[in-house]
């Protein structure tokens, strides 16, 4: 269903505050300027088997303005939506360039920002793919459905705690610059998850089980039957459940692995998404986990996995929580190769680090939270390609004689390089001779980052693949939060280390 721009937004004055914005940061002299204008409502309920345990529902409304004069960066930001209070904003971002220029020439630099070319967009308008807004839900609607489907849970033998959540966002953004592009935007998502939790009473011993369904570019409708299967899940999950308090802990050891999408993504996101960012590549960027392996001067020539590898980065993708129609310095939204046939082909910039580097155009990876933070290279949705003549996910595990089928994610670690890492799951189920055997527990795998995907020999077909992703991918300081997909199909791995976290947690 095609929505439009919320009439609410733009009956707000976006226009007169940009023209007084910009108007006020030429006059001073500003090489180039944006204002950008955002109302970013976010609620979430959370409730304790069947039961609220609590709620919030919270706007984030303001605008800023971003400059280059001298050669640095400017920024201010303000909430007061008068023109004469727009240009101060202005004003305030040109002193503050002008303040960091002197910075930057007293330690001896001579870097200068400049910004990669972009075409002019004229005025355009971006919705993203949704056909109910959750904020048209009462919240007394979508309380009862979280409730239904917690006391569906809780009635199955062996689950004896369930905690049921529902987060829906709303962005609106509107944008201009002194070249001429004018963007508004409007993108919804939603996050639902449930977690059933079984305690032995006699061992005291206890586990979880989580939904594996991911978070969405989707609207209301999500939760009802569009996208996922939510009576299926729910209905395997006690099951599943007890079949792991049963589950014998895993002996450590190398094993093939066939890894699901609801595992892989996050994978993905940490090993090649971060790993790709160029700001953090190039050393400007070390906040959350450091910097990265995949230097610079690797362009082309690193081997980052196997020949079957081929990973893009994608803001277009339907229904991806990175997506959009225009970034936050007016670029238009685009994919392109990240790694091709195993070898690193490019990374993810935004206008400065696109120029800075020679690399040409932006990828259009600039993003800002919130009215009141500064875009930084924010990531795109970073997906594994499949193979589109591919197996199926049980046809991959039939292949293997001595391996585990990994599904879910759960925690993670990795180093100040992205290059160390282990990941454990919700589930892991032992495959001997081609067929799955049962679960395990305390199963985790470890490798380098090149070592994991160069040992990747098969990548499922169209028929495995999943758009994952998360609500809460950190950046930057001060800290910034963006929504992120990653897509997949299912994947065999060979030869993989497989740890016993029990045991790596008593050393």
Request: hydrophobic share 40%; with cysteine; net charge negative.
């Amino acid at each position: 269903m095609a929505h439009d721009i919320d009439q609410s937004f733009l009956a707000l004055p976006l226009r007169a505050l940009a023209d007084a914005a910009l108007a006020r940061a030429r006059a001073l002299g500003a090489a180039h300027a944006d204002f950008r204008f955002e109302r970013v409502r976010g609620a979430s309920l959370r409730l304790r088997d069947g039961r609220p345990s609590g709620a919030s529902d919270s706007t984030d409304l303001g605008y800023a303005v971003r400059v280059v004069h001298g050669g640095a960066w400017g920024f201010a930001s303000g909430v007061e939506l008068t023109m004469d209070a727009a240009a101060k904003v202005a004003s305030q971002a040109v002193a503050m360039a002008k303040l960091s220029a002197k910075v930057i020439a007293a330690s001896g630099s001579d870097e200068r920002v400049e910004l990669a070319d972009e075409p002019v967009h004229g005025e355009r308008t971006w919705v993203s793919s949704y056909e109910v807004d959750p904020f048209e839900v009462p919240d007394a609607e979508k309380a009862g459905l979280l409730a239904l489907w917690s006391g569906r849970l809780l009635a199955a033998d062996g689950v004896a705690h369930v905690d049921a959540s529902l987060t829906t966002v709303h962005e609106n953004k509107f944008y201009a610059d002194t070249a001429g592009t004018v963007t508004t935007q409007q993108r919804v998502r939603v996050h639902p998850q449930l977690t059933a939790v079984a305690v032995d009473g006699a061992s005291g011993g206890f586990d979880s089980m989580r939904t594996i369904a991911p978070p969405a570019g989707r609207g209301w409708e999500y939760l009802t039957g569009t996208g996922w299967n939510w009576d299926a899940e729910l209905e395997r999950i006690p099951e599943l459940l007890a079949e792991k308090m049963r589950a014998p802990s895993v002996e450590a050891g190398t094993y093939d692995l066939v890894v699901d999408p609801s595992n892989l993504w996050l994978t993905i996101h940490e090993s090649i998404g971060h790993a790709t960012e160029l700001d953090r590549a190039l050393g400007y960027e070390a906040a959350y986990a450091g910097t990265s392996f995949a230097t610079f001067d690797q362009l082309g020539k690193l081997t980052y996995g196997s020949p079957v590898m081929n990973v893009t980065g994608d803001r277009t993708a339907e229904h991806g929580l990175a997506t959009i129609g225009y970034d936050d310095e007016g670029v238009e939204a685009q994919s392109w190769d990240l790694v091709k046939d195993g070898t690193l082909v490019g990374y993810q910039t935004d206008r400065r680090i696109a120029r800075l580097t020679g690399l040409g155009r932006s990828n259009g990876c600039a993003y800002a939270d919130s009215p009141g933070h500064v875009p930084v290279q924010r990531m795109a949705n970073v997906s594994l390609r499949p193979d589109p003549g591919g197996l199926s996910t049980e046809d991959l595990i039939g292949g293997v004689e001595n391996g585990i089928y990994v599904v879910g994610d759960r925690s993670w670690s990795i180093d100040m390089q992205r290059y160390n890492f282990q990941f454990t799951g919700q589930r892991f189920f032992r495959i001997e001779n081609g067929r799955l055997t049962g679960q395990l527990r305390d199963v985790a795998y470890q490798a380098t980052t090149t070592d994991f995907w160069g040992s990747m020999e098969q990548v499922g077909g169209p028929q495995t693949y999943v758009l994952g992703g998360a609500f809460n991918c950190g950046k930057a300081q001060p800290g910034q939060v963006a929504a992120v997909s990653h897509g997949c199909p299912s994947a065999l791995f060979r030869g993989v280390n497989i740890l016993n976290t029990t045991q790596e947690a008593g050393r």
